[in-house]
């Protein structure tokens, strides 16, 4: 069982460039999202899709791009690297039972360090 | 969308001994969730109560529910030190929406 699964795990970039963080699912969930992680804190929410076609932003969406072209895939796209987007980065999707956005399925992480 | 707060911040224990931590939220709920995160990993889904029940088990954890406080908490019995690390709660008002998390409750079991 893969779950969600994440790549890279491990990125370092340098100021001004461009990535695109990886997210595949084979749950079939229709809800997918994507979180930083900063040192001590908690979760922050960048953007998130409830199903292929549909994306909205999060707390903290600027300067990330996403599109959700089917229902397992959830890239996240940084277009122009800063310092500050120096975080771990999760990927998490949910099947949207129990009434509501349902149990979240989290990756590994990918830890992004831009120099 | 809603956040839930979690409090204490940080809560150190010997090994054996019981733990809780609490959870407030603002507003109306269809469910509240439970999550651990172990250093560096990516989040656990622990346990899930509907806004219709009050308390909840699974295993070694016990959650309540109480939304006229609009609070919930996390007992963890005989904690022992694999428990440590950070708890999340997650409240949700219902449909797809935006799930967001607090900073979390770090908890350290003493061996």
């Known amino acids: 069982n893969a779950g969600v699964t994440q790549t890279p795990k491990f990125q370092v970039l340098k100021t001004g460039q461009s990535m695109t963080l990886q997210c595949a699912q084979d749950?079939?969930?229709?809800?997918m999202s994507w979180y930083r992680q900063d040192p001590g804190m908690g979760l922050r929410l960048i953007h998130y899709?409830?199903?292929?076609?549909?994306?909205d932003q999060g707390e903290v969406p600027n300067g990330y791009n996403v599109s959700r072209s089917t229902t397992e895939d959830f890239p996240l796209r940084l277009l122009s690297a800063a310092p500050s987007q120096t975080s771990v980065y999760f990927c998490?999707?949910?099947?949207?039972?129990?009434?509501?956005?349902?149990?979240?399925?989290f990756g590994e992480g990918s830890r992004l360090t831009v120099l | 969308s809603q956040q839930g707060e979690e409090d204490p911040q940080a809560l150190s224990i010997q090994e054996g001994e019981n733990a809780t931590m609490n959870c407030s939220y603002k507003?109306?709920?269809?469910?509240l969730q439970w999550y651990r995160q172990n250093s560096g990993r990516g989040l656990v889904h622990l346990i899930l109560?509907?806004?219709?029940?009050r308390e909840k088990h699974s295993g070694r954890l016990r959650v309540t529910l109480d939304t006229s406080k609009k609070s919930s908490s996390l007992l963890i019995t005989a904690s022992r030190a694999a428990d440590t690390a950070s708890y999340f709660c997650?409240?949700?008002?219902?449909?797809?929406?935006?799930?967001?998390f607090g900073t979390g409750t770090k908890l350290q079991v003493i061996p």
């Open positions: 998490a999707s949910s099947s949207g039972t129990s009434g509501g956005t349902g149990e979240l399925f």
């Open positions: 749950m079939n969930h229709e809800y």
């Open positions: 899709s409830v199903g292929a076609g549909i994306t």
């Open positions: 507003t109306s709920i269809n469910n």
């Open positions: 109560i509907r806004s219709n029940e």
């Open positions: 997650a409240p949700n008002s219902g449909g797809y929406q935006k799930v967001t």
